[in-house]
């Protein structure tokens, strides 16, 4: 009994496998060189605002660009202390710090 469960899980995590291969080979042919510019767009709020910087460049750092190309994190009525942290965090994880009046002119740019 226990043999054809086991049978029946690697069965299905098989067809998983290859339905996302035929997926990727799907998208080769029909977009094979396009790749949209992607922002990550970070609203800070006043709990641990340097914490999600950090979260948001680490996922860039494990992913790549497939998490996003730029991050553009705005201060939403931060603090004094948080915004002077954020500015370092932002600095050091190559993320823009914007205010919210100005982030349409850094999502023109991209």
């Known amino acids: 009994m226990v043999k054809y469960v086991l049978i029946s899980i690697c069965a299905v995590i098989a067809l998983l496998g290859l339905s996302e291969l035929l997926h990727i080979i799907k998208m080769r042919f029909s977009a094979p060189l396009e790749k949209a510019f992607t922002c ?7 709990d641990m605002p340097e914490r999600q910087i950090a ?13 996003a190309d730029k ?21 050091e994880n190559d993320v823009i710090l914007c205010g ?8 023109k740019g991209a």
Request: negative net charge; hydrophobic residues 45%; aromatic residues 14%.
């Open 40 to 46: 990550c767009v970070l609203f800070l709020t006043d």
């Open 55 to 67: 979260y948001a460049a680490e996922q860039r750092m494990w992913l790549g660009n497939a998490y």
């Open 71 to 91: 991050i553009i994190a705005v201060d939403n009525e931060l603090s004094e202390e948080n915004k002077n942290r954020c500015r370092i965090y932002a600095k």
């Open 100 to 107: 919210f009046d100005e982030l349409s002119v850094y999502l």
